[in-house]
């Protein structure tokens, strides 16, 4: 599903990305960790085209990153769903129409929309907030908004940028049991978390840790590199 | 989603900035109301150039103490010429009275004001009643014909006349045509840079007015490209704003334009002037509308880039 | 933070948008030139109708056959009267050439062109010179003096030269005051609502734009009050910005104006028009640069309110 | 420094405040708990006059909430600084002018603006992205700028809401040993949170534990309601 090679990546003037190397096959559940300002963000905005590598070779969901051209981004875009750190929710539109409009521009039909948004909505708990809109919601709804946002769309690839900085625990949780669902049913994940609770939560997924761009095994005290049971694949360990 | 459905959710996208949308509105309607102005004044101007370019006044002097009975009877024969627009005929007497009124004080508007003048102030010419000197004479108009090269007729015209029984002297105005292509030339001259200047108007006030809206909205830009947009899913939407901006904007200016009109009009087509002010001819109307539309339509697309 | 400071800081903040600011400038200044040009018109025609408002024109005739030696001396009298303007004169045999050149035919344009039509077409009136009924006549213009109502100045200086020696008739034409003060009417009937027309549309255009920045610009305007700024130190900035837009934008019209009036002076200034299209007075030209400022910096600190 | 009773307040038709009761002393440490969509933000608002409240009474920094005039909402924000969850940091402006602006507002002189920003540009590990803007920070980055941002005033009152949401572990902590100490010189620190580890390592602080709008005891298993020692004040319990 994801292939880089010795990608590197420059970013106002600092290397952002250093000689990283990652293979995450199709069905995989990994989590990128690593302090702030690791380059995790930057990581995947690399996996869903927002950056290009400056070197190296990359390759996502079978489209060619260093060669994206302008048609195939909308492509790619619709293979790979992403929750953003910052949300990204459109504030004046309603809690509907932000999940709705992920499948708006993939043509899918106002019933099918109509059905798929309610039953996500339902499974994150938002239904008392269908209509709102998303200026009003509070941290925690807007960040379930954008997750639902990824998840109506049943992706081959879900990028998650720390999806759980503005829920509580319990929903933390639910959140993992659901990423974890979507799982089993063959959609990928790769999770940017700093959350350790989160990373006991799925035990069987793989741990990827960044420091200052480059991939280094996890710090031993973490409970990832604790649980995690698959090697590291790539990085300059 | 279809076309349609997408130029759709760009008009109800509208209300979503009731005031800069309105405000935007407006300023197409008068940048469009100050063009069709423009046009109104050229096609008014126009209209009143080929109106005189398409005529040639010719003076006739007949031979001082000439049969009168004869040379009227030549007059009612003119009057029936073919491709005749106006005769005025002066007895001698009555070109004396004519004559000096024409040496009375007056004004730019023309020797209709003089005679006003003259009628206003009471004068009274019959002291100058002696021994008339002056001819029988005639101004006559023609409408030259449109397939004609307008001099070459205007000389065949004269050695018409000349050739009249009776005839001292015809005389007539070559200038005056020059003067008509001179005015043509400045209307042209003028025209151009003046209809640039206004397209440049819209342009870039439509066009700022939709990158700063853009500018507004560019989380939604940005976002629904990160979900996996194509370009015209994002565009549609704008250039709907943007063409719906320019139709409604134009159509409003048409409306003012034409109160406008009728108001130039009851201004202006009163003693001395006469101007009749015509509305703009519906091609007219129909080209600025169209180019309105396009413009904003344009504007709106190219604001939609990044 | 002293307010020169945020000045100065809303000024380096315009490098922030620097299109929309480009597009916003170039936008006032055509605006603003739009306006100018109107001013520009309304002061050559203003110009125009008060230079013959100003004046009265008489036409004296003395008795036919009065001694020409005498008559001659009172045209020298005449010449240096107080305020004169223009004198004219004409002995018989000169009225009665002039008189068959205004009978030949004439174009909108004045006498000016029917005396060169004629030249041009060679005209010779010397078959008409038989017994001249002429009377020795002469053209007078005064400058009314400023302080005297026209009508009954007009009156007193007939019945002066209505008594002057040898003298048949006085004629003067008060329609010609009349259409004077008719242009005026006009010219103030039309400015008002072209000037009112052309405010709200700077206003528009400036008010939308920068309402439009504003709205761009909201995060950054909410972040600071949330911070503790007082609103001036919000608005400071932003009223900065609209007021070098406003006076930029003026500035760089006055100059583009300048070029216009070249223009228009060097196509107009021509035969048969000798229009000498003169530029704005310094106060119209300041008045304009100081209105656009003040709309301009009045729409943005609207716009800055929430 | 904070003296709410009975305070009601309505947003979009529903009930997000209910009859609540709270008072802050002078220097006490306050963490504000709660499932998403509890009110924590909307009762944060309302203490830096954002939100009016319908009824009921409200003080805070001696500033009468009730009555408040549009002069008196600059002089109440520049005794409270505010860690807002979505950051609100200016993305075009740099981090060392982010910060300043608290500063400038307040008149304060450009040799001292300096002196003070760098002091907290060093305390949030921020000094390599000094003269970056905004837009090119991680999410954990904008995040301190945000902190720092109310920190550098040295405010009587701090309201943080959910200030480690996109911080790791040590930063986290790091971040409340930074809190507790400015609390140890007088500053009254009230911090929503959904973070338990956050909340075991200031067990001396209180706990207010929100829930759809109303004060209620906090549940057992967390760790404040075990450390706290303190009663809670307030609340329909
Ligand atoms: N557009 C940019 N220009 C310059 N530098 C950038 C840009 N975007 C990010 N950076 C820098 O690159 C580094 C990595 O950023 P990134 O957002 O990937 O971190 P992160 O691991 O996601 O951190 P966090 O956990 O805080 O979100 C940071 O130091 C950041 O300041
Ligand atoms: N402007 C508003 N209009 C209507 N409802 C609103 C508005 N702002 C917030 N709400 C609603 O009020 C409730 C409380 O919101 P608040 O932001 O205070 O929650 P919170 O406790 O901060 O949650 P989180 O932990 O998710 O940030 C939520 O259900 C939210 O949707
Ligand atoms: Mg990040
Ligand atoms: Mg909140």
Redesign the interface.
């Given at each position: 599903m994801v292939h880089l090679e010795h990608v590197n990546l420059t970013?106002?003037g600092a290397q952002a990305l250093k000689d990283v190397t990652l293979h995450v096959e199709r069905g995989e559940f990994v989590f990128l960790t690593?302090?702030?300002?690791a380059g995790?963000?930057?990581l995947l905005r690399v996996l869903?085209g927002?950056l290009k590598p400056k070197s190296g070779a990359a390759d996502v969901a079978g489209v060619d990153l260093m060669r994206l051209r302008?048609v195939q981004?909308?492509?790619?875009?619709?293979k790979v769903?992403?929750v953003?750190?910052?949300f990204?929710?459109?504030p004046?539109r309603t809690v509907f129409e932000n999940i709705a409009?992920?499948l708006?521009?993939?043509?899918v039909s106002s019933v099918s929309i109509d059905r798929r948004v309610r039953a996500v909505i339902r499974a994150l708990d938002l239904e008392e907030?269908s209509y709102?809109p998303c200026r009003?919601?509070?941290?925690?709804?807007q960040q379930?908004v954008a997750i639902a946002?990824s998840m109506v769309v049943n992706p081959e690839l879900i990028l998650a940028?720390?999806p759980t900085?503005?829920?509580?625990?319990?929903?933390s949780r639910h959140l993992i049991e659901l990423f974890k669902q979507f799982n089993t049913y063959g959609t990928t994940i790769i999770m940017a978390t700093?959350n350790?609770?989160v990373l006991s939560w799925a035990p069987e997924a793989r741990q990827v840790h960044l420091v200052r761009g480059e991939i280094k095994p996890p710090p031993p005290g973490s409970p990832g590199s604790v649980l995690d049971t698959k090697p590291i694949i790539g990085g300059s360990l | 989603m279809s076309t349609t459905k997408l130029f759709l959710r760009g008009v109800a996208d509208m209300r979503r900035f009731p005031l800069p949308q309105l405000c935007t509105l407006l300023t197409v309607c008068m940048v469009a109301l100050l063009a069709g102005t423009g046009l109104l004044i050229l096609h008014n101007v126009q209209t009143e150039v080929l109106r005189t370019q398409a005529q040639a006044r010719f003076q006739i002097y007949w031979k001082v103490g000439a049969d009168l009975t004869a040379v009227e009877a030549q007059w009612a024969d003119l009057k029936r010429a073919p491709g005749i627009a106006e005769v005025s005929t002066f007895t001698p007497r009555a070109a004396l009275s004519e004559l000096m009124r024409g040496l009375a004080p007056r004004t730019s508007g023309g020797a209709l004001t003089g005679a006003e003048g003259n009628a206003s102030s009471g004068e009274d010419f019959s002291w100058l009643e002696g021994d008339n000197p002056l001819p029988a004479t005639a101004l006559v108009s023609f409408n030259i014909p449109p397939d004609e090269q307008p001099e070459p007729w205007m000389g065949r015209m004269y050695a018409r006349l000349k050739g009249l029984d009776g005839v001292e002297q015809v005389t007539y105005n070559p200038t005056q045509l020059t003067l008509a292509t001179g005015w043509i030339a400045l209307v042209q001259k003028a025209a151009w840079p003046a209809l640039g200047f206004f397209a440049l108007v819209v342009g870039l006030v439509v066009g700022n007015t939709l990158k700063l809206m853009m500018l507004a909205r560019k989380d939604e830009v940005e976002i629904l490209s990160l979900v996996g947009a194509r370009p015209w899913f994002i565009r549609a939407p704008l250039f709907a704003n943007g063409v719906v901006q320019g139709l409604c904007g134009s159509l409003l200016s048409l409306v003012c334009l034409k109160f406008l009109q009728s108001w130039l009009r009851s201004v202006l087509d009163v003693p001395p002037l006469f101007l009749k002010v015509e509305f703009l001819p519906l091609w007219q109307s129909l080209a600025l509308v169209l180019a309105t539309t396009c413009v904003a339509g344009l504007a709106s697309l190219i604001a939609a880039r990044k």
């Open positions: 970013l106002g690593g302090p702030s300002g995790k963000t930057t869903y927002d302008g981004l909308p492509e790619l875009r619709r769903a992403v953003f750190q910052d990204k929710v459109l004046e409009i992920a708006e521009v993939r043509g907030r709102a009003e919601l509070s941290g925690g709804e379930r946002r940028d720390e900085g503005n829920l509580d625990s319990d929903l700093h350790r609770e | -």
